[in-house]
């Protein structure tokens, strides 16, 4: 099956739940510097899926799939950071950790099936 349009992708599917899910996580958040990476990095996870989707090649489809791999790694480094300045607790940061996980899996399955 073709996939026709981004919105059709599981990994930008799930990184969309996923951004709502951190959006939510550090609302109440006064480092505001914090928020602003964890949140624009998370952003970045499903806006490169969607951006190098659209582009004119599985190659440049794939650069863009690994920049949204690297955002979902940073994501991960902040969650680690987030925990022990008490930003979340331990068992939020897990169940972020493994829900991060997964996203990074199924982007590394569709840049291997691009190659």
């Not at 949140?39 to 949204?68: Q, T, W």
């Amino acid at each position: 099956m073709k996939i026709e349009k981004f919105e059709d992708i599981i990994a930008w599917q799930k990184a969309q739940d996923f951004a709502v899910r951190i959006y939510a996580a550090f609302d109440k958040i006064k480092d505001f510097g914090f928020k602003n990476q964890i949140c624009r990095a998370v952003v970045s996870i499903s806006n490169n899926i969607a951006e190098g989707f659209d582009r004119s090649s599985d190659a440049e489809f794939a650069k863009f799939l690994y920049i949204a791999l690297a955002s979902c790694s940073e994501v991960r480094s902040m969650l680690y950071l987030a925990a022990r300045l008490n930003y979340i607790a331990l068992d939020n940061k897990n169940k972020m950790l493994k829900q991060s996980n997964e996203i990074s899996k199924i982007i590394r399955g569709l840049i291997k099936s691009l190659s």
